[in-house]
């Protein structure tokens, strides 16, 4: 088992580009999350999902879009890059319900945007 | 998701019991404490989590005070490669977590 995937490991951007990052996981869990860490700080929640067709924003939704289609993918697409959004971006998963249940985290993508 | 207070920093002599307290006065009584840490830039890894009782596996054990309102964890005999960033989560749903900045413990030789 893979666990959850992340890609790509490394992106830059110019300011205003847009583009998709991937995530991936193979457990058949039923939440999917996204964070953005930026450094020297903790994590912090922008979007997740409950299950297919169904998303929800967390803490810092503005700027990110995402759509779940199925129960393997959770992609976070930037709309319109800018230099706020390089961070560290982290998918995570867990089994039904989130209660009393571990995150599994992917390794991350390291974005920075010019 | 209730806030939960950390040290910013702490050593640990390797070998010894490193011990992190974490403070969650305002935990809610739906809301689990669970534990992940931090190695380097890696993606966070799960430690435990509990609700009322004390738990214990593999890597850790977990204290929470009768009242809930905090708890302390505790890796038996730390290693050079415990040093990590130790995150406290208070939550009631586990992928909807907020994760304040965290301790760092350093395990010197």
């Known amino acids: 088992n893979a666990g959850v995937t992340q890609t790509p490991k490394f992106q830059v951007l110019k300011t205003g580009q847009s583009m998709t990052l991937q995530c991936a996981q193979d457990?058949?869990?039923?939440?999917m999350s996204w964070y953005r860490q930026d450094p020297g700080m903790g994590l912090r929640l922008i979007h997740y999902?409950?299950?297919?067709?169904?998303?929800d924003q967390g803490e810092v939704p503005n700027g990110y879009n995402v759509s779940r289609s199925t129960t393997e993918d959770f992609p976070l697409r930037l709309l319109s890059a800018a230099p706020s959004q390089t961070s560290v971006y982290f998918c995570a998963t867990t089994s039904w319900g989130g209660r009393g249940n571990e995150q599994f985290f992917g390794p991350g993508t390291r974005l920075t945007v010019l | 998701d209730a806030k939960t207070t950390q040290p910013p920093s702490m050593d640990c002599a390797e070998g010894r019991a490193a011990n992190l307290p974490c403070n969650h006065s305002?935990?809610?009584?739906?809301?689990?404490v669970y534990w992940y840490r931090q190695i380097h830039s890696q993606g966070p890894q799960y430690i435990i989590h509990?609700?009322?009782n004390n738990e214990t596996n593999e890597m850790a054990s977990l204290i929470i005070t009768e009242d809930r309102k905090s708890s302390t964890l505790i890796l038996p005999h730390a290693t050079l490669r415990d040093t990590a960033v130790y995150y406290c989560?208070?939550?009631?749903?586990?992928?909807?977590?907020?994760f304040g900045d965290g301790t760092t413990l350093t395990v010197k030789p």
């Open positions: 457990m058949n869990h039923e939440y």
């Open positions: 305002t935990i809610s009584g739906n809301e689990y």
């Open positions: 989560i208070v939550s009631a749903n586990a992928g909807k977590s907020t």
């Open positions: 999902s409950v299950g297919a067709g169904i998303t």
């Open positions: 509990g609700l009322k």
